[in-house]
């Protein structure tokens, strides 16, 4: 069994351990009234989640320094780093951030697509041998002066922001390619921990199987992507091939290496985005390109109940679902 299929189905023991097994049951759940408990059960299982992946980060600390997380789009690995984080320093770790986004090399550097655009997706968009020089500089206790990457300039810039790691500190890094050995491979892997994010869920029920991660992690883009940016859920729905395809060369081959497998899933959240997406979905035309997917998605949430606004607002501002409709803080 691989660690994607072990922590799925540690997932599903737990839904049948407490009583929901199917959306069916789900929907029985909601419709009694017991959202708002629903809702600090899923929260108070995450919170355990995030406590045992720091105790193990914990444990190792003596021998792993450096934190290296990924998962594909949508998966809330920005949460749950920063919660996990936080139970880190419950132990006694001071979390240091490093954001791999600060070592693309300049855009001269930068390698092109079959389309002659820029592909900053590409392991060669990242400049592996500085990091690789800081990374060992860091965990010899040395100190380093962090790049900051100018997206304007396309250069990589530097401003006087040095970091050493003292003797508690653990460095959190956090990416595409953080799972990928040739992306540090002058740097001994062996003090890394590893964590791979994903929204696993298996949840049947009716005449659908509500197992998706792919359309759960689109829905959860088409949400934020809207809120946030201002991005039309038509325009998401057209760009998500391309992140598909980008998370099949970049991301899911690597999944394998992680310590730890964090499933970002919540009992609630079919139910939660089912509230803000599908307004969203019927306002793409049948004309549309993307009204083929839209009417998918719409099909898989036709006998999900959704959650009431009284009690989203239910939802604590640390949950990983913030993230996504907002009202976040952590």
């Not at 737990?14 to 009694?32: F, K, T």
């Not at 959860?220 to 859920?233: L, Q, W």
Request: proline share 5%; net charge negative.
């Amino acid at each position: 069994m691989t660690k994607i299929e072990s922590a799925r189905e540690e997932y599903v023991r737990w839904c049948a351990a407490i009583g929901i097994d199917s959306v069916d049951r789900l929907n029985e759940v909601l419709l009694s009234g017991k959202g708002v408990e629903l809702i600090n059960l899923s929260e108070a299982r995450q919170e355990r989640k995030y406590a045992e992946t720091a105790d193990q980060i914990f444990w190792k600390k003596n021998q792993c320094r450096i934190v290296m997380m990924s998962g594909p789009s949508s998966s809330g690995k920005t949460s749950s780093s920063l919660r996990i984080a936080q139970q880190c320093r419950v132990l006694g770790l001071t979390p240091k951030v490093i954001e791999l986004d600060n070592y693309f090399v300049d855009r001269e550097r930068t390698p092109k697509d079959e389309n002659g655009e820029y592909d900053y997706e590409h392991l060669n968009a990242m400049d592996i041998e500085l990091l690789g020089q800081h990374l060992n500089a860091l965990l010899a206790g040395e100190a380093v002066e962090i790049p900051k990457f100018d997206f304007k300039a396309g250069k990589q810039v530097f401003n006087g922001n040095f970091m050493r790691l003292e003797e508690n500190d653990m460095l959190f890094m956090e990416g595409i390619h953080a799972l990928n050995p040739a992306l540090t491979p002058s740097v001994d892997t062996s003090r890394f921990f590893k964590i791979y994010i994903s929204a696993l869920t298996s949840l049947p029920g009716g005449e659908k199987v509500h197992n998706s991660t792919t359309d759960k992690r689109l829905m959860r883009r088409i949400v934020r992507d809207n809120r946030t940016r201002g991005i039309s859920p038509e325009d998401t729905i057209m760009r998500w091939p391309s992140v598909r395809r980008g998370e099949t060369r970049n991301i899911f081959p690597y999944e394998e290496n992680a310590d730890v497998v964090f499933n970002s899933s919540t009992l609630y959240d079919i139910p939660l985005l089912k509230y803000y997406v599908e307004p969203l979905l019927y306002e793409i035309a049948e004309s549309s390109p993307a009204h083929e997917k839209a009417a998918q998605i719409l099909d898989l949430l036709g006998n999900v109940v959704a959650l009431k606004p009284q009690e989203i607002a239910a939802i604590p501002p640390t949950s990983i679902m913030r993230e996504f409709i907002g009202g976040q803080r952590l």
